[in-house]
Nanobody
Framework: QVQLVESGGGLVQAGGSLRLSCAASGRTFSRYTTGWFRQAPGKERDIVAAIRWSGGNTYYADSVKGRFTISRDNDKNTVYLQMNSLKPEDTAVYYC????????????????????WGQGTQVTVSS
């Protein structure tokens, strides 16, 4: 079993930056794909970014490409989401997720493919 705990959310002005962290426990975490999802009020939960266990293969939603960076440190059992140039549209609850995900992109971007979830951390970007 894997437990995930997010941190680093908060209130930031447009154009600012935040770094989210996801601390994990469980011996198999280093072998899992990890994703960041977000859910805004009245919206569905959507993929933000994902990273394979090796750290060398990443995916980004078009809306965050070039602004966000996902990374992981398997020695620290932690995955990060560096968020730069934040926009009000980025306001959402951000969730860390992990699991043994299939090799196709539609596996990686689907929340239903992930087995383990954190409780979420609120990110609010003011204009």
């Amino acid at each position: 079993q894997v437990q995930l705990v997010e941190s680093g959310g908060g209130l930031v002005q447009a154009g600012g930056s935040l770094r989210l962290s996801c601390a994990a426990s469980g011996r198999t975490f280093s072998r899992y794909t990890t994703g960041w999802f977000r859910q805004a009020p009245g919206k569905e939960r959507d993929i933000v970014a994902a990273i394979r266990w090796s750290g060398g293969n990443t995916y980004y939603a078009d809306s965050v490409k070039g602004r966000f960076t996902i990374s992981r440190d398997n020695d620290k059992n932690t995955v990060y989401l560096q968020m730069n140039s934040l926009k009000p549209e980025d306001t959402a609850v951000y969730y860390c997720a992990a699991g043994e995900i299939g090799s196709y992109y539609y596996n990686v971007i689907s929340q239903y493919e992930y087995d383990y979830w954190g409780q979420g951390t609120q990110v609010t970007v003011s204009s």
